[in-house]
Every structure is written in structure tokens, then in C-alpha cells.
């Protein structure tokens, strides 16, 4: 028996921690055992790889801030999603490749194409049944977000308007669910349910 994958996405600000954290709940009220997790750093290797990420205020060159991001996916699969859905569990991951190719291959430049190779080799063939896209105008975006705190956070607000723009144009291109993030948590966790109900049907069948 295998689980159902599945993973939420958006940019900073997009509400998909807390669409995440609402989903598990969701399908644990439904009785289905699931994992929560999330990228970077969900292991303890990965918690190391999230420091220098995210915390250190070195110059990080794009291209090390992939090869870590696909480091600690690599780890990540190996250590939690393949173990869990190979038990029967739900996944909810809160981000995931998607996030390599909109940050790294749109944000920073290097080609989505040239993220996919190298995260798909990461991720040992491993593929999401589901992608989740939060998505909310640049306006609200900026307001949801906190004072910056890590490197990601810091990039501005061009960089963080053109990953926004990514993520519409990769999920039509992948055929990702793009949900509309605006509005009261409860409202947005309809729409989510909405497009996971299905792929939960199929499993629980």
C-alpha cells in the first residue's frame, strides 16, 4: 500500500504554511495517517543545509543555493517521504521542487530547465500526486509578510514579485492546482480541499 503525496506551494506571503497545517488537520479529522513536512531542513542533515541557506548572512552564489537546496531534498526523500508513503501515510509537504524552480530557476536566474535536471536526480524519480499553488496579488503578499529575517526574505520586492509570476506560468505549464490565496483561512482551506478531495477519493478507494 502506498500514500497520496502532496504539496503545497506559493511565494512568501502566499498563506501555504498555514493552508499546510490546515490540510493535515483536515485529513487527520478524515482518519488518514499523515506526515507533516516541509523544505529545506526537515531532517537533521537538512536543518544544517537550512542554516546555511536561510540564516547565514555570508554572499551565497545561486548556484551553491541550489545544489544545497537539492542536497537537502535528496535527504529529504530518502529519510521521510519514500519511508512514509512506502507505510501507507499522507504526505504534506510544505514546499517541494516546485519551489526550486520558481526561487532558483526564475528568481535567481538559472533556468528552470537547468533545476529540473538537477533536482529530479535529487528526488530519485519521486513525483508529488498533487501541487498546490497558493497565489495572491504582490499587494497582499507584502502585507502578509513579516519583517525579513532570513536570506530568502531579504531578496525585495522585484525578486519576490517575479517568483509570484513563476508559479502561475510553471502551473499552467505543469498542470499544478492554482488556488486563489486571498481571503479568511477557513475560506482558502475550502478552496485547497476542493482540488485535494479527489486525489483522496483515489487513495481511500
Excluded at 537550512?50 to 543555493?65: C, G, V
Excluded at 520586492?157 to 488556488?179: I, K
Aim: charged content about 25%; overall charge negative; hydrophobic content about 45%.
Amino acid at each position: 500500500m502506498t500514500g497520496c503525496f502532496i504539496v503545497l506551494e506559493g511565494g512568501d506571503g502566499s498563506g501555504k504554511s498555514t493552508q499546510a497545517r490546515l490540510l493535515v488537520d483536515a485529513l487527520r479529522a478524515a482518519g488518514h495517517i499523515v506526515t507533516e513536512t516541509f523544505e529545506p531542513g526537515a531532517t537533521s542533515t537538512g536543518a544544517k543545509i537550512r542554516s546555511l541557506l536561510l540564516d547565514d548572512d555570508a554572499p551565497l552564489d545561486a548556484r551553491a543555493e541550489l545544489l544545497m537546496m537539492a542536497a537537502d531534498r535528496a535527504q529529504h526523500v530518502h529519510e521521510v517521504i519514500r519511508p512514509a508513503l512506502a507505510a501507507g501515510s499522507f504526505v504534506v509537504s510544505d514546499r517541494f521542487e516546485p519551489s526550486s524552480l520558481a526561487y532558483q530557476g526564475i528568481g535567481r536566474g538559472l533556468g528552470a530547465d537547468v533545476v529540473a535536471g538537477l533536482s529530479g536526480f535529487a528526488r530519485d524519480g519521486l513525483e508529488p500526486d498533487l501541487v498546490v499553488v497558493l497565489d495572491v496579488a504582490d499587494s497582499v503578499a507584502q502585507q502578509r509578510r513579516p519583517i525579513a529575517t532570513d536570506r530568502m526574505e531579504r531578496a525585495g520586492n522585484e525578486f519576490h514579485s517575479a517568483v509570484r509570476a513563476a508559479y502561475r506560468s510553471l502551473a499552467m505549464e505543469h498542470g499544478w492546482a492554482l488556488v486563489d490565496g486571498e481571503g479568511p483561512p477557513d475560506v482558502v482551506a475550502d478552496r485547497v480541499w476542493s482540488v485535494v478531495a479527489p486525489c483522496v477519493e483515489v487513495v481511500s478507494r
